[in-house]
Protein backbone atom coordinates (compact mmCIF):
# COMPACT_ATOMS: atom_id res chain seq x y z
CA UNK A 1 0.00 0.00 0.00
CA UNK A 2 1.24 3.30 -0.26
CA UNK A 3 2.98 4.63 2.63
CA UNK A 4 3.11 8.33 4.22
CA UNK A 5 5.98 9.61 6.62
CA UNK A 6 6.09 13.04 8.85
CA UNK A 7 8.74 14.39 10.44
CA UNK A 8 9.99 14.96 12.67
CA UNK A 9 7.11 12.46 14.85
CA UNK A 10 7.46 14.80 18.20
CA UNK A 11 8.55 18.23 18.74
CA UNK A 12 8.75 20.58 21.79
CA UNK A 13 9.16 24.11 21.77
CA UNK A 14 9.15 27.27 23.43
CA UNK A 15 5.97 29.86 23.05
CA UNK A 16 6.33 31.92 20.04
CA UNK A 17 8.37 30.34 17.58
CA UNK A 18 7.59 28.22 14.54
CA UNK A 19 7.69 24.67 13.58
CA UNK A 20 8.00 22.80 10.12
CA UNK A 21 6.58 19.78 9.79
CA UNK A 22 7.34 18.09 6.86
CA UNK A 23 4.61 15.15 5.08
CA UNK A 24 6.37 12.99 2.43
CA UNK A 25 4.62 10.53 -0.20
CA UNK A 26 6.88 7.53 -0.24
CA UNK A 27 6.29 5.64 -2.93
CA UNK A 28 3.45 7.64 -5.00
CA UNK A 29 3.15 11.64 -5.79
CA UNK A 30 0.80 13.69 -4.27
CA UNK A 31 -0.41 16.16 -6.36
CA UNK A 32 -2.61 17.40 -3.08
CA UNK A 33 -2.45 16.35 0.78
CA UNK A 34 -4.79 17.03 3.34
CA UNK A 35 -3.43 18.53 6.75
CA UNK A 36 -5.76 17.47 10.09
CA UNK A 37 -5.52 18.58 13.57
CA UNK A 38 -6.49 16.01 16.35
CA UNK A 39 -6.89 16.93 19.89
CA UNK A 40 -6.76 14.56 22.94
CA UNK A 41 -9.30 12.32 22.49
CA UNK A 42 -11.19 13.98 19.83
CA UNK A 43 -12.36 12.81 16.35
CA UNK A 44 -9.65 14.72 13.09
CA UNK A 45 -10.54 18.19 12.21
CA UNK A 46 -9.31 18.99 8.90
CA UNK A 47 -7.31 22.10 8.36
CA UNK A 48 -6.58 22.87 5.04
CA UNK A 49 -5.83 21.25 1.68
CA UNK A 50 -2.43 21.29 0.26
CA UNK A 51 -2.08 21.85 -3.63
CA UNK A 52 1.26 21.10 -5.43
CA UNK A 53 2.27 24.41 -7.06
CA UNK A 54 -0.24 26.49 -5.98
CA UNK A 55 -1.93 27.89 -2.62
CA UNK A 56 -3.27 26.34 0.25
CA UNK A 57 -6.65 26.23 0.94
CA UNK A 58 -8.05 26.29 4.10
CA UNK A 59 -11.30 25.46 6.59
CA UNK A 60 -13.38 27.76 7.69
CA UNK A 61 -11.45 29.13 11.20
CA UNK A 62 -7.96 27.92 10.52
CA UNK A 63 -5.47 31.20 10.15
CA UNK A 64 -3.92 30.87 7.10
CA UNK A 65 -1.13 33.11 8.81
CA UNK A 66 -0.39 31.00 11.50
CA UNK A 67 -0.55 27.61 9.68
CA UNK A 68 1.46 28.11 6.66
CA UNK A 69 1.49 25.52 3.82
CA UNK A 70 3.92 24.91 0.88
CA UNK A 71 3.52 21.83 -1.26
CA UNK A 72 6.70 22.38 -3.17
CA UNK A 73 7.00 18.87 -5.12
CA UNK A 74 4.55 15.94 -6.07
CA UNK A 75 5.97 14.46 -2.79
CA UNK A 76 6.31 17.20 0.17
CA UNK A 77 3.96 19.19 1.76
CA UNK A 78 5.00 21.29 4.85
CA UNK A 79 2.88 22.30 7.50
CA UNK A 80 4.49 25.53 9.56
CA UNK A 81 2.85 26.36 12.86
CA UNK A 82 4.03 30.06 13.17
CA UNK A 83 4.35 32.17 16.61
CA UNK A 84 3.43 29.25 18.14
CA UNK A 85 1.52 29.30 21.55
CA UNK A 86 0.27 26.41 24.52
CA UNK A 87 -3.11 25.93 22.72
CA UNK A 88 -1.43 25.01 19.21
CA UNK A 89 -0.29 21.79 20.92
CA UNK A 90 -1.83 18.98 18.96
CA UNK A 91 -1.28 15.82 16.90
CA UNK A 92 -0.92 17.20 13.58
CA UNK A 93 -1.55 14.34 10.69
CA UNK A 94 -1.37 14.71 7.16
CA UNK A 95 -2.89 12.12 4.11
CA UNK A 96 -2.88 11.90 0.68
CA UNK A 97 -4.81 9.85 -2.22
CA UNK A 98 -2.75 6.63 -2.28
CA UNK A 99 -0.93 6.00 -5.60
CA UNK A 100 -3.56 2.91 -6.10
CA UNK A 101 -6.44 5.80 -6.36
CA UNK A 102 -9.32 4.37 -5.75
CA UNK A 103 -12.27 6.32 -5.17
CA UNK A 104 -10.95 8.94 -2.69
CA UNK A 105 -8.97 6.40 -0.69
CA UNK A 106 -6.93 8.32 1.77
CA UNK A 107 -3.59 7.13 3.54
CA UNK A 108 -2.67 8.50 6.25
CA UNK A 109 1.04 9.68 8.04
CA UNK A 110 1.86 8.54 11.90
CA UNK A 111 1.26 12.14 12.86
CA UNK A 112 3.34 15.01 14.68
CA UNK A 113 2.97 15.66 18.42
CA UNK A 114 3.47 19.05 19.02
CA UNK A 115 4.07 20.25 22.70
CA UNK A 116 4.34 23.93 23.47
CA UNK A 117 5.70 25.18 26.11
CA UNK B 1 -25.44 19.14 6.92
CA UNK B 2 -21.54 18.72 6.83
CA UNK B 3 -21.58 16.13 10.27
CA UNK B 4 -21.44 12.44 10.85
CA UNK B 5 -22.68 11.55 13.60
CA UNK B 6 -21.01 8.43 15.34
CA UNK B 7 -22.07 6.34 18.35
CA UNK B 8 -21.44 5.23 21.20
CA UNK B 9 -18.49 7.22 21.91
CA UNK B 10 -17.32 3.99 23.73
CA UNK B 11 -17.61 0.73 23.93
CA UNK B 12 -16.53 -2.37 26.15
CA UNK B 13 -16.93 -5.91 24.47
CA UNK B 14 -15.62 -9.36 25.36
CA UNK B 15 -13.46 -11.36 23.50
CA UNK B 16 -15.28 -13.23 20.70
CA UNK B 17 -18.31 -10.74 20.70
CA UNK B 18 -19.63 -8.55 18.17
CA UNK B 19 -18.74 -4.96 18.18
CA UNK B 20 -21.06 -2.32 16.21
CA UNK B 21 -20.65 1.25 15.79
CA UNK B 22 -23.00 3.04 14.07
CA UNK B 23 -22.89 6.19 12.04
CA UNK B 24 -25.19 8.74 10.75
CA UNK B 25 -24.67 11.87 8.07
CA UNK B 26 -27.43 13.83 6.68
CA UNK B 27 -25.74 15.29 2.87
CA UNK B 28 -26.91 13.06 0.78
CA UNK B 29 -24.33 14.20 -1.63
CA UNK B 30 -21.81 12.28 0.39
CA UNK B 31 -21.09 9.13 -1.76
CA UNK B 32 -17.65 7.12 -0.03
CA UNK B 33 -18.23 6.09 3.79
CA UNK B 34 -14.54 4.64 4.24
CA UNK B 35 -13.67 3.24 8.47
CA UNK B 36 -10.57 3.77 9.70
CA UNK B 37 -9.01 2.94 12.94
CA UNK B 38 -6.63 4.47 15.38
CA UNK B 39 -4.16 3.17 17.75
CA UNK B 40 -2.75 5.95 20.54
CA UNK B 41 -0.12 7.94 18.87
CA UNK B 42 -0.43 7.15 15.53
CA UNK B 43 -2.08 7.93 12.08
CA UNK B 44 -5.40 6.23 10.75
CA UNK B 45 -5.35 3.78 9.08
CA UNK B 46 -8.18 2.93 6.67
CA UNK B 47 -10.15 -0.36 7.46
CA UNK B 48 -12.95 -1.06 5.07
CA UNK B 49 -15.12 1.26 2.93
CA UNK B 50 -17.94 0.92 1.41
CA UNK B 51 -19.97 3.19 -1.70
CA UNK B 52 -23.64 4.08 -1.55
CA UNK B 53 -24.43 1.54 -4.23
CA UNK B 54 -24.09 -1.33 -2.58
CA UNK B 55 -26.05 -2.01 1.07
CA UNK B 56 -23.07 -4.29 2.53
CA UNK B 57 -19.24 -4.81 2.33
CA UNK B 58 -17.39 -7.69 3.94
CA UNK B 59 -13.85 -7.82 4.52
CA UNK B 60 -12.53 -10.38 6.74
CA UNK B 61 -13.89 -10.02 10.48
CA UNK B 62 -14.98 -6.36 9.38
CA UNK B 63 -18.58 -5.66 7.46
CA UNK B 64 -20.03 -2.38 7.09
CA UNK B 65 -23.92 -2.48 6.62
CA UNK B 66 -25.17 0.97 4.69
CA UNK B 67 -28.74 1.89 4.88
CA UNK B 68 -29.06 5.02 2.02
CA UNK B 69 -33.04 5.76 3.07
CA UNK B 70 -32.19 6.18 6.39
CA UNK B 71 -28.39 8.09 5.92
CA UNK B 72 -26.95 5.50 8.32
CA UNK B 73 -23.95 3.15 7.92
CA UNK B 74 -22.25 0.62 10.55
CA UNK B 75 -19.61 -1.28 11.21
CA UNK B 76 -19.47 -4.65 13.01
CA UNK B 77 -16.13 -6.65 13.79
CA UNK B 78 -16.82 -10.25 14.62
CA UNK B 79 -15.04 -12.13 17.08
CA UNK B 80 -13.47 -8.93 18.53
CA UNK B 81 -9.84 -10.07 19.86
CA UNK B 82 -7.99 -7.59 22.40
CA UNK B 83 -5.97 -6.24 19.40
CA UNK B 84 -9.08 -4.53 18.29
CA UNK B 85 -8.73 -2.70 21.33
CA UNK B 86 -8.78 1.13 19.52
CA UNK B 87 -10.11 4.11 18.70
CA UNK B 88 -12.44 3.65 15.39
CA UNK B 89 -13.38 7.03 13.24
CA UNK B 90 -16.47 6.57 10.15
CA UNK B 91 -16.00 9.10 7.71
CA UNK B 92 -18.43 10.64 4.90
CA UNK B 93 -16.49 12.24 1.37
CA UNK B 94 -17.22 12.87 -1.76
CA UNK B 95 -16.13 11.72 -5.12
CA UNK B 96 -13.38 13.47 -6.75
CA UNK B 97 -13.39 16.36 -3.41
CA UNK B 98 -11.27 13.57 -2.13
CA UNK B 99 -12.19 15.27 1.10
CA UNK B 100 -13.23 13.30 4.50
CA UNK B 101 -15.82 14.31 7.31
CA UNK B 102 -15.21 12.47 10.70
CA UNK B 103 -17.60 11.22 13.23
CA UNK B 104 -16.43 12.07 16.30
CA UNK B 105 -14.74 8.49 17.09
CA UNK B 106 -15.49 5.49 19.37
CA UNK B 107 -13.22 4.04 21.73
CA UNK B 108 -13.41 0.50 21.68
CA UNK B 109 -11.86 -1.93 24.55
CA UNK B 110 -12.39 -5.73 23.80
CA UNK B 111 -11.73 -7.59 27.34
CA UNK B 112 -9.86 -10.88 27.32
Known amino acids: GAVVSQHPSWVICKSGTSVKIECRSLDFQATTMFWYRQFPKQSLMLMAT?????????EQGVEKDKFLINHASLTLSTLTVTSAHPEDSSFYIC?????????????FGPGTRLTVL | QQQVKQSPQSLIVQKGGISIINCAYENTAFDYFPWYQQFPGKGPALLIAIRPDVSEKKEGRFTISFNKSAKQFSLHIMDSQPGDSATYFCAAGFQGAQKLVFGQGTRLTINP
Open chain 1, 95 to 107: SAPGATYSYNEQF
Open chain 1, 50 to 58: SNEGSKATY
